[in-house]
């Protein structure tokens, strides 16, 4: 079983639709969590990070649940320029903070 | 400019073949980060760095070699290219934890053949 699990997609929305991406994770001892973004072809840039009471940057808004080890992602309005992979990210701690990559879920806005 | 670079951007070898695959960042980050990204993977940890001269094994160590003679540098070489290391192979750095955003270079595709 991979460490960070995500549903790889594609999820092809049109403009201004809402969409969720959902992450699950198997270490318990996991202290941070990310959502990254990465373009086609490029190098994965942090979109935010994610903490336990929720939070929320401008049309993106990600939750924890440690209880269930989920973390999510929800896209409100999708812009094209939104269309790209996003990577769940997990650190666990040890002596520096270990990053795991989920694979990435690819989302598709079309107009 | 400040940030990090890779170079070259792109490269095809042989097998059997050295290859060094070089990361530079202008930041002063204590950590510095070897990846490769394949598809259907997330991108695993190959070898990181917490300072000059400290290096240590990441998830998937085997056929690369690191050093950090200087803060700045941390070069990535493969001592006899195989196909399987065909890849797109990231440097990332960041600061000391519990600061974990690592910023990550532009990459640099490889292809063994």
């Known amino acids: ?111 | 400019d400040a940030g990090i670079t890779q170079s070259p951007r792109y490269k095809i070898t042989e097998t059997g073949r050295q290859v060094t695959l070089m990361c530079h960042q202008t930041w002063s980050h204590s950590y510095m980060f070897w990846y490769r990204q394949d598809l259907g993977h997330g991108l695993r940890l190959i070898y990181y760095s917490a300072a000059a001269d400290i290096t240590d094994k990441g998830e998937v160590p085997d056929g690369y070699v690191v050093s950090r003679s200087k803060t700045e540098n941390f070069p990535l070489t493969l001592e006899s290219a195989t196909r399987s290391q065909t890849s797109v192979y990231f440097c990332a750095s960041g600061g000391t934890p519990p600061l974990d955003t690592q910023y990550f270079g532009p990459g640099t595709r490889l292809t063994v053949l």
């Not at chain 1, 269930?68 to 896209?75: D, G, N, R, T, V």
């Not at chain 1, 269309?83 to 701690?93: F, H, I, K, W």
């Open chain 1, 1 to 111: 079983r991979k460490e960070v699990e995500q549903d790889p997609g594609p999820f092809n929305v049109p403009e201004g639709a809402t969409v969720a991406f959902n992450c699950t994770y198997s270490n318990s001892a996991s202290q941070s969590f990310f959502w990254y973004r990465q373009d086609c072809r490029k190098e994965p840039k942090l979109l935010m990070s994610v903490y336990s009471s929720g939070n929320e940057d401008g049309r993106f808004t990600a939750q924890l649940n440690r209880a269930s080890q989920y973390i999510s992602l929800l896209i409100r309005d999708s812009k094209l320029s939104d269309s790209a992979t996003y990577l769940c990210v997990v650190a666990v701690s040890g002596g520096y903070n270990k990053l795991i990559f989920g694979a990435g879920t690819r989302l598709a806005v079309h107009p």
